[in-house]
């Protein structure tokens, strides 16, 4: 039932804190601060031309500030997560990790503010009064009832996003897992009788939103520390507001027939008997921390139909606020809302649940031990590394914010919206934006060699929901079925997506005679070639390909990249152009992408070689929208130290001259000179490169292999592909490291080309 081990030694977490610097956020600058200009630009006096401009027209701070992009996190201490009221200064590493988490998850700056005051009304005056600093306001860890004061004044007083977390988070995700968890057991909400412990802050605005998504209220039993809050009994606002007119009085007397068990309250409240009398397929939300209302394992020893939900890490089914409050705001942030209302919240509830049912990504998987996450009993709820819950979630909170009339900024293209949300995803999807966009035009057929590996299922999931290829799955039918079933993915193999079985005798045979006489003076006898492709899902996929029943393959999930080259290489050749392969990766650093060439065919390509694959390259790069300027890379630049690299290195340039080439080169020189235009027109003013270069092609392999790995490790860079050029057909080697997005990246990429044999 435990998902795993989470327990953490105490010294290690102080050791995390006081790590390198101490505390978990520092501030970074957004714009150079290099040259006296650049003084003169950020501070006097060209500063003052952004506040007069704001002073003329306030929203404009937005154009020149960082605000619209500015949470405030604050505490006064008073109720820290299960510590209670340990004051504001030991609240601060508590909102110093809120703040990492909307950075993190949602990129969005966050300044924590601790505020030593205790009265609700003063706390409220404080934080209103940082309006002008603030696109939105987080409140963390304030007592009831004080927070119902303080949040119910601040979003009265203020027009931006104001947001208790441990209240509306708690919320927003609860509502998430009682949506599913219904639907999972066909039980309408407006049905359910729901019994609640837990009479706080993140009780009662569980219930009311429980209430917008469907709940009667008079279905709502809630239980505090003194028990049953019930009509003539004192009790404050929010609670009196769920009182019920009733003899009973403890949890014990109002548990029978219950579907909700809502445990918002502390160990042990909740029995095994009580359990038993519950409803059929009961939804048990056991929430306090560390030790919830009762253990699941309790639960599952008496009712194997119990659904499960918890706090914490290490069962299934964690209620995790961190799936709902960077997104939400996100989502208001972008649109400029001036508040997060109702709609806004079940919009929410909605998108988190929703994503539940598409199964868990690759990414998700791996981190989780390769488990099966499919919606059922143990996945009501995403992940929370979940990538995908932002793209799913801030375009639904906009959405939401302008169809009530709260954005200040609405987004006229939500599609393009959710697009750009993806670069903080998946960072190649500006890169791949334009291959995309061909692809979806004239998708086309790509058949992937491994077939029944579960990455490469994922990634065709994503392929047809994107509609960039009609993919082909090379394996057995059986095997790729129960595969795609225990994945829970959305599309049925032989009936959404064909399915190529090469250990069909049959498939050996039809394609056994053209393999054979296309390679019969290499050795191949028939019955070898019928043997080769029944044993190699590469082999058969590329005849596939040639026989004019797909369009391109991708193979390389498993096996050496030379073995799959070389089958690729007996059927397809070289293409009339070129006679060399070479390999083309795309790395995405911070600040811009390069394309690096050949990290992984050839060990040392000879100056006509080099100019090939320059040439290769630079038509590879434009199909990403990109103009390709390339840098021949040496370790000297321009004749300054002649050895048999460099000489090389400049001998494939002075060919790419004399072929009159459509696009900017240079070389040979040094990798600085690549990015430092100044420097490169010092040393020869007379330079080719009318900027920095995109493209670096090295002398030989170990050099290019070892930038694309370096880059990777220093600069924290992704790399896409890598992408295959040279070959006459279409076709495409990954490496055993690449993920679903890298597999649906490589199909697009594959489906836009123009290379194909038809």
């Known amino acids: 039932m435990k998902d795993n081990d989470t327990d953490i030694p105490l010294s290690d977490a102080l050791e995390y804190h006081q790590r390198d610097r101490p505390g978990k956020l520092a501030i970074r600058a957004t714009k150079p601060l290099s040259s006296q200009r650049d003084l003169a630009l950020a501070y006097s006096p060209g500063v003052a031309e952004a506040s007069m401009a704001i002073a003329n027209n306030p929203s404009d701070v937005m154009k020149y500030t960082a605000r619209g992009n500015l949470v405030a996190v604050i505490s006064n201490g008073t109720a820290v997560l299960g510590l209670g009221n340990i004051g504001a200064l030991a609240s601060k590493p508590v909102m110093e ?57 601040l979003r009265k007083e203020m027009d931006i996003p104001v947001f208790h977390d441990d209240q509306h988070g708690t919320a927003i995700v609860v509502g998430a897992a009682i949506f599913n968890a219904m639907r999972l057991v066909g039980k309408n909400l407006e049905d359910c009788k729901i019994v609640s412990t837990g009479g706080g802050a993140a009780g009662i605005a569980c219930l009311n939103l429980l209430i917008d998504m469907g709940a009667k209220r008079e279905n709502i039993w809630l239980i505090d520390r003194t028990g049953l809050v019930y009509d003539g009994r004192e009790a404050d606002a929010q609670k009196a507001a769920f009182a019920q007119p009733s003899d009973a009085r403890v949890l014990d007397d109002v548990i029978d027939g219950a579907d909700i068990f809502l445990g918002l309250s502390g160990p042990g409240v909740l029995k095994a008997d009580q359990v038993v009398r519950m409803a059929t397929s009961p939804l048990i939300l056991a929430l306090a921390n560390p030790d919830p209302e009762i253990l699941p394992e309790d639960v599952l020893a008496v009712r194997s139909d119990a659904i499960i939900a918890t706090g914490r890490t290490d069962y299934p089914n964690q209620v995790n606020n961190v799936l709902c409050f960077p997104f939400i705001f996100r989502g208001a942030l972008d649109v400029g809302a001036t508040e997060i209302n109702e709609a806004m919240k079940v919009a929410c509830v909605e998108a988190i649940a929703s994503l539940t049912h598409e199964g868990a990504s690759d990414e998700v998987a791996q981190a989780y031990g390769g488990q099966s996450l499919v919606f059922g009993p143990e996945y009501i709820l995403p992940k929370p590394f979940d990538s995908r819950l932002l793209v799913s979630i801030a375009p639904a909170v906009a959405k939401a914010a302008m169809d009530t009339g709260v954005a200040t900024k609405p987004i006229a293209d939500l599609e393009a919206y959710r697009v750009d949300l993806s670069r903080f995803v998946n960072r190649s999807a500006p890169l791949m934006r334009p291959v995309v966009a061909t692809a979806r035009v004239t998708p086309r ?56 079985d090469h250990t069909d005798p049959a498939i050996a045979e039809e394609y056994g005679a053209p393999f054979h006489s296309m390679r019969a003076r290499d050795g191949v006898t028939p019955e070898l070639a019928r043997k080769m492709i029944r044993s190699s899902d590469t082999l058969a996929s590329a005849l596939h390909v040639q026989q004019g029943h797909a369009d391109a393959v991708i193979c390389g999930t498993s096996g050496a990249f030379t073995d799959h080259l070389t089958r690729l290489e007996q059927v397809f050749g070289a293409s009339g152009t070129d006679s060399v392969f070479a390999t083309l990766v795309p790395i995405l650093l911070e600040s811009r992408t390069v394309f690096v060439a050949d990290g992984y065919v050839n060990s040392d390509p000879t100056a006509a070689e080099v100019a090939s694959i320059c ?35 400049r001998q494939a340039t002075a060919i790419l001259a004399a072929a009159d080439v459509d696009f900017e080169f240079d070389g040979e020189m040094r990798l600085n000179l690549a990015f430092d235009k100044a420097e490169r027109e010092r040393v020869l003013p007379c330079g080719r490169l009318t900027d920095d270069a995109n493209v ?15 880059l990777k490790s220093l600069a924290d860079a992704e790399t896409v592909g890598p992408f295959l050029l040279g070959l006459k057909g279409a076709a495409h080697i990954v490496t055993p490291s690449t993920s679903a997005r890298g597999l649906f990246n490589i199909a697009a990429l594959a489906s836009a080309t123009n290379r194909h044999l038809t």
């Open 696 to 710: 670096l092609v090295f002398p030989n392999l170990d050099a290019a292999n070892a930038a694309i790995n370096a």
């Open 445 to 500: 057929r790509v058949v992937f060699a491994e077939g029944e590996e579960p990455r490469v299922l994922r990634a065709v999931n994503d392929v047809l929901k994107e509609g960039v290829a009609k993919p082909i799955l090379t394996g057995r039918l059986d095997v790729i079925t129960k595969q795609v079933s225990l994945l829970g993915l959305s599309f049925v193999p032989g009936q959404d997506v064909a399915v190529f």
């Open 97 to 153: 990790g809120k703040a990492v988490l909307f950075k993190t998850f949602a990129d969005i700056d966050c300044f924590d503010i601790e505020v030593d005051e205790s009265d609700p009304d003063l706390l409220a005056d404080t934080i209103r009064r940082l309006e002008p600093t603030f696109g939105g306001i987080n409140l963390e860890d304030i007592k009831a009832p004080d927070c119902f004061v303080v949040e119910g004044r």
């Open 615 to 649: 040439r290769m390259a630079a038509q590879q790069v434009r199909q990403f929208g990109v103009t390709p300027r390339v840098a021949l890379v040496g370790h000297a630049s321009f004749g300054a130290h002649p050895t048999e690299t460099t000489i090389k290195m």
